[in-house]
């Protein structure tokens, strides 16, 4: 495998996750919109509120934890250097897209309850998890050349 098409892998997968992590400021510009306008108003109060909470801060912050499962599933080794490069860029696209779920159950508690800080607490911790587990390109590469061996 030639290093110019892991480069062009781990630039895809790059991209998908930036794709990603941006959903994250357009879902705080539509909050910061929704929220100061004068009509809106939440849906869901008192204790349904409360359930509602609960139940996506439970989901958000659930979906990040299924990684530590998700992933070693996903890393089970592959046949060829090409399958194993294909691998590496859904692993990326479906972790990001998890790390993705606590900001979006944080947007979807806004429009029922809301609660704004909510949605900024959630949309931070999604965040986080983001960049912990963007791709890493010096990490594709060692494991590329332990396994399939990589030229230059």
């Known amino acids: 495998m030639k290093k110019e098409e892991l480069r062009k892998a781990w630039l895809a997968a790059a991209v998908t996750t930036v794709a990603v992590i941006s959903a994250i400021f357009i ?3 539509v909050v910061e919109i929704i929220g100061r306008a004068a009509y809106f108003k939440a849906p869901v109060s008192g204790a349904a509120a409360a359930a509602v909470k609960y139940a996506l801060y439970f989901l958000g912050t659930g979906s990040v934890f299924s990684l ?3 992933r070693p ?3 089970a080794r592959r046949g060829t250097a090409a399958e194993a490069l294909s691998a590496l860029v859904k692993e990326a ?3 990001a897209a998890i790390c993705e779920v606590p900001a979006f159950a944080g947007f979807v508690l806004f429009f029922l309850t809301g609660g704004r800080w909510d949605f900024y607490l959630l949309a931070s911790f ?4 983001q960049l912990f587990f963007f791709p890493r390109y010096p990490v594709w590469e060692e494991k590329l050349r332990a396994e399939y061996g990589l030229d230059g």
């Open 68 to 70: 530590k499962f998700i």
């Open 126 to 129: 999604s965040t986080v998890m």
């Open 93 to 95: 696209a479906v972790t």
């Open 73 to 75: 599933a996903m890393e």
């Open 27 to 29: 879902y705080a510009a």
